[in-house]
């Protein structure tokens, strides 16, 4: 750190050494002085960050640069500023001749800090639910503290996939800890016993004092209960923690509390690090993490006492036009609803994670509201709800999906996102042949494919209550089925031989011309169809063919190795040499796959074989290295794709 003291010896004395002294580069022993507590790029600097649960500011420059002088005069000399520094930020130094990589990525490492800090404030704060996992819609306030207590399906898978995408890009388990959090509460409390996951839970819920029902009931503490249900040992631990106060903790903005509904009553938000509460409970951080986690589990199992808030069964019939409907009234509030594309969504989530969990390194142990499930019970719950759609809200010989189920089908058919999303949740559950996933894609686009204009319409025709078929071209908390549709069409195509991955690309292009002008226009208004064109862009994905027996720990380990790192531009096919089912599957969606197989000879029974780029290899971390790599030449478009109207 920035030390004081003088040097000896005949050195010039200095005010403050920090650790870029001991580097070699001319940049870094410039600033070697600053009263900024400077780390060279490094792990130290990470794993400080990751303990303290601090951004990175991270300065780039280089020995000759005149303005770097200029920031070092102006900002870095100044105690003030470094005062500032060194309280809110791990600080990291960068001489971009001797580092071009980072240099030249730190734009991606802004954005990636900014993202990581924004994922560890939402999980630390009130919005995430600390006694029993699972994310709150949003937060009433600026320290994401006190939330609009309603828990949504929607919110909750695309919320662990981004968790777990954070793990994959920086090996940091508390987003694998955070996407497990989310799982196990879903599967705890939001799962119907055949496997099909309920819409929501309301925010209100009974306060048996009053008689009435209020918002956020069901997540307060009161100060003699937390005392109470903790007891005088682990209780001053627990309340240092989650900020708990004796007169209640909605006070850090007006805004938490306007009406004055939480006086006296505490919402759980984590003010202090795991470190900071153990050295003040003179505890290790292990010892403290296990109070805490067992703190947590007293907890919900006395909430499980109090009356619980119902599970919503509304339905929103997106693109019918009109006000949202309604909440049903109370004689039918026992009915639970499952909607068809937010368990497309928890299917997709589900399945990423039986695949990258696996990486977490020590496997994950029991942490309440963790479960420490192995990565596979996560499979068979997005098989289990897969399952579910299909016997509940499919029909197979009409192929169209119905909108929700109660106690039966709705009569509402599927809306576009219902297809959108189910297709997606089945290209990542890589089931044993894609053959629903390829029949509800071309169900989606009999039923609501625009020829004229492009993209897919919200709705199918021949509701004679609605006078305009709309389009939705706006990524909102539930992203447009188009956006979701193009990257499903982009994988479809990387999934499928030569002829027909053509008719695939053709339609992916349509569908993203036509939202051509509105991208022009208000980009921002839709960041999930930018990120699919992004891939459309690349031209063919990554394909990575997994040739080995279904379930044997061989195939599973390439599998695995596949997800080791982010890889949205990948495609896996899964081919088994002893089952003609799958591979005569493929053979008619790919024969090239096939062929890349059989040409090796590869037989039932033979270890399993990974190719990428069509070549062979059985070693995992080989699988790891390549996918790790950037994209080779041979995965490029032969020309790019563009947008009508736009320039490159």
Known sequence: MASSGGGGGGAAAHAHTNRLSKEESPYLLQHA????????????????????DKPIFLSVGYSTCHWCHVMERESFESEETAALMNQLFVNVKVDREERPDVDKGKGFYRLLHMATFSLRQMAAGGMWDHVGGGFHRYSVDEYWHVP???????DNPQLAATYLAAFQITRDAQYAGVARGIFDYLLRGMTHPGGGLFAAEDADSLDPASGDKKEGWFYVWSWEELQQLLGPEDAPAF??????????????????????????LNCLIQRQSLAQTAAAAARGEADTAAALAACRE????????????????????????????????????????????????AISAYALASRILPHEQPPAARCFPVEGRPPGDYLQAALQAAAFVRQHLWD???GRLRRCFTTGPSAVEGFADD?????????????????????????????????????????????ASILLRMKEDYDGAEPAASSIALANLWRLAGLCGTEESARWRERAAKCAAAFAERLGEAPVALPQMAASL??????HPRQVIIAGAQGAPDTQALLDAAFYSFTPDMVVIQLDPGSSQVMDFWRQRNPEAVAVVEVMGMQAGDPATAFIYQAPTRDPEKVKQVLAEPRISAAKPAAQFQLPGTKR
């Open 33 to 52: 002085h600053n009263p900024v507590d400077w780390y060279p790029w490094g792990e130290e600097a990470f794993e400080r960050a990751r303990k303290e």
């Open 148 to 154: 609009h207590f309603e828990k949504m399906l929607y």
């Open 239 to 264: 309340c240092a923690h989650y900020y708990a106060k004796q007169g209640g903790n909605c006070d850090l903005s007006p805004r938490s509390d306007p009406h004055g509904e939480f006086v006296g």
């Open 298 to 345: 007293k907890l919900f199992r006395a909430r499980e006492r109090r009356p619980r808030p119902h599970r919503d069964d509304k339905a929103r019939a997106r693109g019918r036009g009109g006000a949202w409907p309604r909440i049903l009234s109370n004689p039918w509030q026992h009915r639970l609803l499952i909607v068809a594309a937010w368990n497309g969504m």
């Open 396 to 398: 197979g010989e009409t």
């Open 419 to 463: 297809y959108a999303w189910m297709v997606a949740g089945l290209l990542d559950l890589h089931s044993t042949t894609g053959d629903w996933a390829l029949q509800l894609q071309g169900t989606m686009d009999e039923v609501l494919w625009d020829e004229a204009g492009g993209a897919y319409f919200s709705g199918v025709a021949g509701d």
């Open 534 to 539: 992004h891939l459309l862009t690349l031209g």
